[in-house]
């Protein structure tokens, strides 16, 4: 990635590594923490992988909405491998550094991957507003040219960002080794450490933020605007309750990655505390990508009746 070369000018920030403190430095909870997040991990991973294994091995799911649930799942892979397991590491090994290198290449993906999910949710509130509003050339629409094109222009949109972010963070000043109260590089953390001027920094991030954070949101929002009034058109209460459960696995999957993030949002706001701030980053880091293959093949009959073929099959 462009941004890694800026690891040759690490003696320029003027430290070599960071501590993360994690979520405790109480020495009896870390066998406990590592148990319980490296279950979470595992069960995260396995869920996602299920989730593309159904999609790709039957053809009747071989379509827009689940061609880009499948990518969702791998972003979900990418985006908690991102943190998780360096923090197992340093619980395991009980050891709290990671390198200059190593935090900038961690803030770089956790964006990549954060944007690159919402992203795709909004893609998918697009894919619902066409299956809804415009059900008679919803096959012409959503070809597969244009599903390829929309997850391809998602990731470069979220390259980009990742790499702001990462070049932001490159350019600042660390006067001695740094502890990060947090179980991850936080890039708001590693701001506050930075012993040189980050005016700059912010004021890009925030202008960044703000974009990459607003077209999603913006997009979902009017996506679901559209399938409403369609919805409310249709007579039968039969047709209108057929025609929003399509969207109930993707409006729970919206609303809990969305409600994590502006409750972090929320917390670090309120809340003085570092540390407690780091506790309820776990909620959109860690457990939103563990819920979201639970959410989609426990409210999606096509899914499940997939999953349990090949849970059949393998017994």
């Not at 066998?31 to 294994?53: D, K, P, Q, R």
């Not at 066409?130 to 059900?135: G, L, N, T, Y």
């Not at 701001?191 to 700059?200: E, K, P, Y």
């Given at each position: 990635?462009?941004?890694?070369?800026?690891?040759?000018?690490?003696?320029?920030?003027?430290?070599?590594?960071?501590?993360?403190?994690?979520?405790?430095?109480?020495?009896?909870?870390?066998?406990?923490?590592?148990?319980?997040?490296?279950?979470?991990?595992?069960?995260?991973?396995?869920?996602?992988?299920?989730?593309?294994?159904?999609?790709?091995?039957?053809?009747?799911?071989?379509?827009?909405?689940?061609?880009?649930?499948s990518n969702l799942s791998l972003?979900?892979?990418?985006?908690?491998?991102?943190?998780?397991?360096?923090?197992?590491?340093?619980?395991?090994?009980?050891?709290?550094?990671?390198?200059?290198?190593?935090?900038?290449?961690?803030?770089?993906?956790?964006?990549?991957?954060?944007?690159?999910?919402?992203?795709?949710?909004?893609?998918?509130?697009?894919?619902?507003?066409?299956?809804?509003?415009?059900?008679?050339?919803?096959?012409?629409?959503?070809?597969?040219?244009?599903?390829?094109?929309?997850?391809?222009?998602?990731?470069?949109?979220?390259?980009?960002?990742s790499q702001i972010h990462c070049?932001?963070?490159?350019?600042?000043?660390?006067?001695?080794?740094?502890?990060?109260?947090?179980?991850?590089?936080?890039?708001?953390?590693?701001?506050?450490?930075?012993?040189?001027?980050?005016?700059?920094?912010?004021?890009?991030?925030?202008?960044?933020?703000?974009?990459?954070?607003?077209?999603?949101?913006?997009?979902?929002?009017?996506?679901?605007?559209?399938?409403?009034?369609?919805?409310?058109?249709?007579?039968?209460?039969?047709?209108?309750?057929?025609?929003?459960?399509t969207c109930g696995s993707h409006?729970?999957?919206?609303?809990?990655?969305?409600?994590?993030?502006?409750?972090?949002?929320?917390?670090?706001?309120?809340?003085?505390?570092?540390?407690?701030?780091?506790?309820?980053?776990?909620?959109?880091?860690?457990?939103?990508?563990?819920?979201?293959?639970?959410?989609?093949?426990?409210?999606?009959?096509?899914?499940?009746?997939?999953?349990?073929?090949?849970?059949?099959?393998?017994?």
């Amino acid at each position: 990635m462009f941004c890694l070369s800026y690891m040759e000018l690490q003696n320029l920030t003027g430290i070599s590594e960071f501590l993360l403190l994690g979520l405790s430095e109480d020495p009896e909870l870390q066998a406990l923490l590592f148990g319980l997040f490296l279950s979470m991990y595992l069960v995260t991973v396995l869920g996602n992988l299920l989730i593309i294994l159904a999609i790709s091995s039957d053809s009747h799911l071989r379509i827009p909405m689940y061609f880009f649930l499948s990518n969702l799942s791998l972003a979900d892979i990418g985006f908690i491998t991102t943190t998780v397991p360096k923090m197992l590491v340093n619980l395991q090994a009980h050891s709290k550094s990671i390198t200059y290198a190593g935090c900038l290449t961690q803030v770089s993906f956790f964006f990549l991957f954060g944007c690159l999910d919402s992203l795709l949710l909004a893609v998918m509130a697009y894919d619902r507003l066409v299956a809804i509003c415009h059900p008679l050339h919803y096959t012409v629409i959503m070809k597969s040219r244009l599903c390829g094109i929309l997850v391809l222009v998602s990731f470069f949109i979220s390259l980009l960002d990742s790499q702001i972010h990462c070049l932001m963070v490159s350019q600042l000043i660390f006067c001695t080794d740094v502890e990060i109260p947090h179980f991850f590089c936080d890039v708001p953390q590693l701001f506050n450490l930075a012993c040189s001027d980050t005016s700059t920094n912010n004021i890009v991030i925030f202008f960044v933020g703000t974009i990459s954070g607003f077209l999603p949101i913006s997009g979902i929002i009017f996506s679901y605007y559209k399938i409403v009034s369609t919805i409310l058109r249709i007579s039968s209460s039969g047709g209108k309750y057929k025609a929003f459960s399509t969207c109930g696995s993707h409006l729970s999957v919206v609303c809990l990655f969305y409600g994590t993030g502006l409750g972090v949002y929320l917390n670090s706001t309120v809340s003085s505390s570092s540390r407690k701030s780091a506790v309820a980053s776990v909620m959109y880091t860690v457990v939103t990508p563990m819920l979201n293959p639970f959410i989609y093949s426990l409210k999606n009959r096509d899914i499940k009746s997939v999953l349990w073929r090949i849970v059949s099959r393998s017994s």
